[in-house]
């Protein structure tokens, strides 16, 4: 039988999908019940029974993204040869995802909650410390490349990956104003020019 409020056939991993599209286009306090109910194809009753409340809901829409959407971007670092080719394969790989037709243009966790409000507050902290965590995986892919003799010994790697991020960031902000892909994969040959002398090594 089906949960009190919630449709026959009511599919909640396609629902989720929907939600995530939703929080991802207008952000977490831009994304209205209405909206979420709509794109979903449920009724705000079975939105709570499914998912609790929206801000639970943008948590598990959160990390549907993180698990459908980091792989592109992140396995180009992951597999990597060399610490410069990890950070080219970040930045252009990320023009590419940042850009697709038929997704919304940016990053959901750079964009979707910017401003402190007291219904976005621990979302927003949540977010933070996503974006501080990518910092710090970056950091260590370029410790590795530093422990390898590919980046000078006294570079700063925190800073050389916060750099980096946050080149990655601006062009998550430049996506959604409408910034094509060769538009952010300028950007990123732009930013890998800073490679040599922030590391003192040469690119690949």
Same mark, same amino acid.
């Given at each position: 039988?089906?949960?009190?409020?919630?449709? %026959?056939?009511?599919?909640?991993?396609?629902? &989720?999908? %929907?939600?995530?599209?939703?929080?991802?286009?207008? @952000?977490?306090?831009?994304?209205?019940?209405?909206? #979420? +109910?709509?794109?979903?194809?449920?009724?705000?009753?079975? #939105?709570? !029974?499914?998912?609790?409340? $929206?801000?639970? &809901?943008? %948590? *598990?829409?959160?990390?549907?993204? *993180?698990?459908?959407?980091?792989?592109?971007?992140?396995?180009?670092?992951?597999?990597?040869?060399?610490?410069?080719? /990890?950070? $080219?394969?970040?930045?252009?790989? +990320?023009?590419?995802?940042?850009?697709?037709? @038929?997704?919304?243009?940016?990053?959901?966790?750079? &964009?979707? /909650?910017?401003?402190?409000?007291?219904?976005?507050? %621990?979302?927003?902290?949540?977010?933070?410390?996503?974006?501080?965590?990518?910092?710090? *995986? #970056? /950091? $260590?892919?370029?410790?590795?490349?530093?422990?390898?003799? *590919?980046? $000078?010994?006294? /570079?700063?790697?925190?800073?050389?990956?916060?750099?980096?991020?946050?080149?990655?960031?601006?062009?998550?902000?430049?996506?959604?104003?409408?910034? +094509?892909?060769?538009?952010?994969?300028?950007?990123?040959?732009? !930013?890998?020019?800073?490679?040599?002398?922030?590391?003192?090594?040469?690119?690949?």
């Amino acid at each position: 039988m089906a949960e009190r409020g919630r449709p %026959r056939g009511f599919d909640k991993e396609n629902a &989720l999908l %929907r939600a995530m599209e939703v929080f991802w286009a207008k @952000g977490y306090e831009g994304a209205s019940m209405s909206d #979420l +109910t709509s794109a979903m194809g449920i009724a705000s009753p079975s #939105l709570y !029974a499914a998912f609790g409340s $929206k801000e639970q &809901l943008f %948590r *598990e829409s959160l990390k549907l993204y *993180e698990t459908i959407e980091s792989p592109g971007i992140w396995g180009a670092v992951e597999n990597a040869p060399t610490a410069y080719d /990890a950070v $080219k394969g970040f930045l252009i790989e +990320t023009a590419r995802v940042f850009s697709r037709p @038929g997704k919304p243009p940016g990053c959901l966790v750079v &964009l979707s /909650a910017l401003h402190a409000t007291e219904t976005s507050d %621990r979302v927003r902290g949540e977010l933070i410390d996503l974006r501080a965590q990518t910092v710090t *995986e #970056l /950091a $260590k892919r370029l410790d590795r490349g530093r422990q390898a003799g *590919e980046i $000078k010994a006294d /570079a700063e790697v925190n800073a050389i990956a916060a750099y980096f991020v946050t080149v990655q960031q601006g062009m998550s902000i430049q996506a959604r104003d409408g910034a +094509t892909e060769d538009h952010l994969l300028a950007i990123a040959r732009a !930013a890998l020019a800073a490679w040599e002398p922030l590391t003192g090594a040469k690119r690949a």
